[in-house]
């Protein structure tokens, strides 16, 4: 048996990245980090450049930038996260230079990474975890992302592993190779990663739902989508858990009070070889730069609501006291 826990985004540019200067690097994750130590892998999305480069991504229109100075890296180091996904709209907000000192970061503190690279070839590749472990299986990180075309990478440019969100045969072909290449480096469970979709969203489109069938379908053992700020239901499709978008997690985001982009969940998930046998969402509550875990009427609230948007789709969680759980029959 193997547990992985999974985030919304970490964002630790910006305001997160001012806060840090009288943070511990283990603050951040508030008492949520005793939960996300229990497991024996940790992925997270990691929504910022990791660099000291200044100048800001201008080829294009773009609101946001958000970089992090090099020393967040101790964030990530605290609650020894594995694996980064970095295919997303914000991993060149400092142009090419922030990206490459981001890889240049993360792979100096041990940490994995995938869904961008120095050329396509390195952005398309996963990332193996557990490599030589004797525990359950090799875990593979596959990273996509439908953001920011412009961030794309190319044979000989830096970049994202742009991926269209479409059931066009060529970009499920594509889907397929990059699982069977996984299977190829030895994973036994492939968690395939996709920053995608507009903002403050609260369900899935039909399109969005039939491509990630189409992805479990071409061998994909957990769906892990980000990209929407809030948290969408989760579906368990084919014995396989969907979960559609995994909100926020640490950031420094102005709060939309209707759709409460500071309530999300850490979700852990235990599989027996890929098969899976228990998933467990826990209730966050994120606060500036810091987050914690959900309590009292808040936590029902959170509760509440994820219970409403899976029913839609057809997923049933028991009710615990402090998470949601699903097992299989």
């Known amino acids: 048996m193997i547990t992985l826990a ?6 630790l540019g ?23 130590l229990s497991a024996d892998l940790r992925i997270v999305n990691l929504e910022c450049a990791v660099t000291d480069h200044e100048q800001p991504w201008t080829r294009t229109p773009k609101v946001f930038h958000f ?34 000192d981001t890889l240049k970061h993360l792979e100096a503190a041990g940490i994995r990474h995938a869904g961008a690279g120095r ?29 920011e075309p ?11 592993n742009y991926l269209p969100v479409s059931l066009e045969p060529q970009i499920l072909d594509r889907v ?23 903002n403050m969203v609260q369900r899935p489109s039909n399109l969005f739902r039939r491509f990630a069938h189409s992805v479990v379908d071409r061998g994909a053992d957990i769906y892990y989508g980000h990209s929407a700020h809030v948290f969408q239901g989760v ?16 950031d420094d985001y102005a709060v939309d009070e209707r759709l409460r982009n500071d309530q999300s969940f850490l979700f852990k998930i235990s599989l027996e070889e890929s098969e899976l046998r228990r998933l467990e ?7 500036y730069a810091q987050t914690e875990l959900a309590a009292g009427a808040e936590r029902e609230v959170i509760f509440d609501r994820m219970k409403r948007l899976s029913n839609e789709i057809g997923s049933v969680f028991d009710r615990h006291e402090d998470r949601l759980v699903f097992e299989p029959d």
């Open 6 to 11: 999974l985030t919304g985004d970490v964002m």
């Open 14 to 36: 910006r305001g997160v990245n001012e806060a840090l200067r009288d943070l511990a690097p283990e603050q951040p994750w508030g008492d949520v980090l005793p939960l996300l």
């Open 67 to 100: 970089r992090a100075a090099p020393s967040t890296i101790e964030v990530l180091k605290a609650a020894r996260i594995d694996a980064c996904s970095l295919a997303n709209n914000h991993t060149l907000d400092f142009e090419e230079r922030g990206l490459l």
């Open 119 to 147: 050329d396509t070839e390195e952005a398309m590749r996963p990332a193996i975890l557990e490599e030589g472990s004797d525990r359950a299986g090799r875990v593979a990180l596959v990273a996509f992302t439908d953001n």
């Open 150 to 160: 412009p961030f794309a990478a190319g044979p000989d440019r830096p970049g994202t």
């Open 176 to 198: 397929e190779a990059v699982i069977a290449g996984a299977r190829e480096a030895g994973a036994e469970i492939v968690v395939f990663s996709n920053h995608w979709g507009p």
């Open 235 to 250: 579906e368990i499709y084919r014995s396989k858990p969907i979960l559609y978008d995994t909100g926020d997690f640490i």
């Open 281 to 287: 969402l826990f209730p966050v509550r994120l606060h």
